[in-house]
């Protein structure tokens, strides 16, 4: 398809068990985002990539949470030893340097 | 479907009547604004977008108002429709980078 896709849709994970959502940008797209939304909330930026570089990540709420783009296109938000409090939607967005941001539907984790 | 704002604020409107939505930002330094809508288990999607530089924007049925002396952000809905039923976040960006910074959102409920 033409937009943001993100996977799994929807995760459900035991506390302590290491997670990977993954995200496939916009063709092209050079920037890339990963946003956390808890329920009832507006999104909370994690990390940002310009290609394959993670320009910033002062969004990362520990260092359980890692992110990656190796190849500058695919993106993976890993998440290791999950806890309750990691239960959010996980959303990507990827734009062409800083034009519009364009988002997935995201990434439902809900750990148990 | 499930319900993505269970603690914020609500705005119901009778379809065809206008819409306003508020949100006040906290950066004076912020310079770049945009509204997005939020389905029930979509992404945010783009509405419209206004530089510090401009004080109205307006799009299709749409107006965003920006009042930088008291830090306040309007999106304005005309002959709102059901389809327009979503929560809206204002977003506001203060970096270099499209680190952008959610608001908390208002639902928007459309009676027929």
């Known amino acids: 398809g033409a937009g943001v896709s993100q996977s799994p849709r929807y995760k459900v994970a035991k506390r302590g068990q290491d997670v990977a959502l993954r995200c496939d940008p916009i063709s092209g797209h050079v920037s890339l985002f990963w946003y956390q939304q808890a329920l009832g909330q507006g999104p909370e930026f994690l990390t940002y990539?310009?290609?394959?570089?993670?320009?910033?990540k002062s969004g990362l709420p520990s260092d359980r949470f890692f992110a990656e783009r190796p190849e500058g296109s695919v993106s993976t938000l890993k998440i290791q030893r999950t806890q309750q409090e990691d239960s959010a939607v996980y959303l990507c967005a990827s734009s062409f340097y800083n034009g519009e941001l364009f988002f997935g539907e995201g990434s439902r984790l809900t750990v148990l | 479907g499930e319900s993505v704002g269970l603690h914020l604020p609500t705005l119901s409107v009778q379809e065809g009547d206008n819409s306003i939505i508020n949100c006040a930002y906290s950066n004076s330094a912020s310079d770049y604004f945009i509204w997005y809508k939020q389905e029930s288990g979509k992404g945010p999607q783009f509405i419209i977008d206004?530089?510090?530089?401009?004080d109205k924007r307006q799009g299709q049925r749409v107006t965003v108002l920006l009042n930088k002396t008291v830090k306040h952000l309007s999106l304005q809905i005309a002959a709102t429709q059901p389809g327009d039923s979503a929560v809206y976040f204002c977003?506001?960006?203060?970096?270099?980078?499209?680190?952008?910074?959610f608001g908390a959102g208002t639902i928007l409920r459309v009676k027929s």
């Open positions: 206004i530089r510090s530089n401009m």
């Open positions: 977003a506001e960006n203060t970096e270099y980078g499209n680190k952008l910074v």
């Open positions: 990539f310009q290609n394959e570089a993670q320009l910033d």
